[in-house]
């Protein structure tokens, strides 16, 4: 049997992030974890303000909705240069650090469109932010696993992902009460204010975790007969990684899931109040439906993939193959919106469809997470939230097109290619990733 390494002592005192050595050590981790929750909380209230006032901001800039598309489009233009970027820096820097500099920067960004100006202080604004909101996922993927073992990931990185989701849900009729009350730009001072709350929290009471990928001897778990010390792979370059099937498989599956996002984040309120005829509160409110089934189903998988994992059943299963039945239903259910009528029976359709589609990040930053060393874990993460986030570019763009080229019938059409996408993304899941096969091949 390989031997396991034993885990660095935290500079706390206790063993990396498990807390096995003691209650401090567990506080410690799940607090942090709390503090990254929240962040991403931040993160996607963020990301969605514009999409919650598409009509409002059409309205007050007069844009065509192709304009609208491009300006939200524009907030991923350095969002995937900066993810790779500070992925790498997340590999030599704190992170806690790292985190405090992204959530100053978020706020320092919503100044500029809320004091006034036109589309292009909107769009330079949103560049800006997307350039520092880019590298969040990852960077706070790699913070939070940093706490844990492999074995008892699972909860945690599904609780930051469903920050994502919870940003939505908490901010949605909030921030459209803001906007119809008091004005789209009011809303992004409330943002603003709520990023810098988080990081005087988070400069207080966060902290960086040193757990690697196989856990210490003591910690509780029995290490797998050949399994590879991730010493062992240390040194294994970046574009081993890249090249390996996992890594292709989960980037391929987590973009088409990261397009159906987009399009939620952008798209959705319009679709409900223009082609489904919802009035805007009540289209607040309904917007909160797929980020909703999307919490549960974020739960759901990290208990199912968590016990496979306890029983011994191999990554390839227990996130793989779970993964791609989610995209699986989740393009099912897009597809079949042709085949219903009436406003509700679309409305739970597309809800249950990005809901399922819209939830396989943390599949994909944990099997990422897996597969690379501690050494390479933030480069492997960030590298894939840059190819994933194009989605972003690309999706707000596309559909603003159908939208301006066939009327209403252009949101219908575009959550039918969501569907088709994550199809193909279901089948990447299931074809190629393989964590375990992939280690083996890096060891060598």
């Not at 809303?187 to 856990?215: E, I, K, M, Q, S």
């Not at 778990?221 to 989960?250: D, K, L, N, Q």
């Not at 480069?379 to 209403?408: E, K, S």
């Not at 219908?412 to 074809?431: E, I, K």
């Amino acid at each position: 049997m390989t031997a396991v390494p034993t885990v660095p002592p935290h500079p706390t005192g206790t063993t990396g992030a498990t807390g096995a050595t003691g209650a401090t050590g567990s506080r410690r981790a799940w607090t942090v974890t709390l503090l990254l929750v929240v962040f991403m909380m931040v993160n996607f209230a963020d990301k969605s303000v514009l999409g919650l006032a598409a009509d409002e901001i059409r309205a007050d800039l007069h844009l065509s909705a192709t304009q609208f598309g491009l300006a939200n489009s524009a907030f991923f233009l350095l969002f995937s240069v900066a993810a790779v970027v500070v992925g790498l820096a997340a590999d030599r820097m704190s992170p806690k650090l790292l985190l405090l500099l992204m959530a100053v920067l978020w706020s320092v960004a919503q100044v500029p469109a809320a004091i006034g100006g036109g589309l292009a202080v909107l769009v330079v604004s949103r560049v800006f932010l997307g350039a520092a909101e880019g590298p969040a996922f990852p960077v706070a993927q790699q913070a939070t696993l940093a706490w844990f073992p492999d074995h008892r990931r699972n909860l945690p990185g599904a609780l930051i992902t469903l920050g994502v989701t919870l940003g939505v849900i908490v901010s949605a009729p909030g921030l459209s009460w803001v906007i119809q009350h008091h004005g789209w730009r009011s809303a992004l001072w409330v943002l603003a204010g709520a990023g810098l709350v988080w990081a005087v929290a988070w400069a207080a009471l966060g902290a960086d975790g040193r757990h690697g990928v196989v856990p210490a001897r003591g910690a509780g778990v029995t290490p797998v007969s050949g399994a590879i010390p991730h010493e062992a792979r240390a040194a294994v370059p970046y574009r081993r990684i890249f090249a390996g099937r996992t890594w292709i498989g989960a980037t391929l599956a987590y973009f088409t899931s990261y397009w159906a996002v987009a399009l939620m984040l952008v798209w959705l309120p319009s679709y409900l109040r223009n082609a489904l005829g919802y009035s805007a509160h009540a289209a607040g409110t309904l917007v909160v439906a797929p980020w909703t089934i999307g919490a549960v189903v974020l739960l759901a998988q990290a208990g199912i993939t968590g016990r496979l994992m306890r029983r011994g059943v191999g990554s390839r299963r227990a996130r793989g193959w779970v993964g791609g039945w989610l995209l699986a239903l989740g393009a099912a259910c897009c597809l079949a919106l042709p085949l219903v009528d009436g406003s509700g029976a679309k409305t739970v359709l597309i809800a249950l469809g990005f809901g399922l589609g819209g939830s396989y990040a943390t599949i994909a930053a944990t099997t990422v997470a897996e597969l690379a060393p501690p050494s390479r874990s933030g480069g492997a993460l960030g590298t894939m939230n840059a190819v994933v986030t194009a989605a972003g570019l690309g999706a707000p763009a596309v559909v603003g097109a159908l939208v301006d080229a066939q009327g209403t019938d252009g949101y219908q059409n575009s959550v039918l290619l969501s569907g088709l996408l994550l199809a193909v993304g279901a089948a990447a899941s299931f074809l190629l990733v393989d964590p375990a096969r992939d280690i083996a091949r890096l060891s060598t």
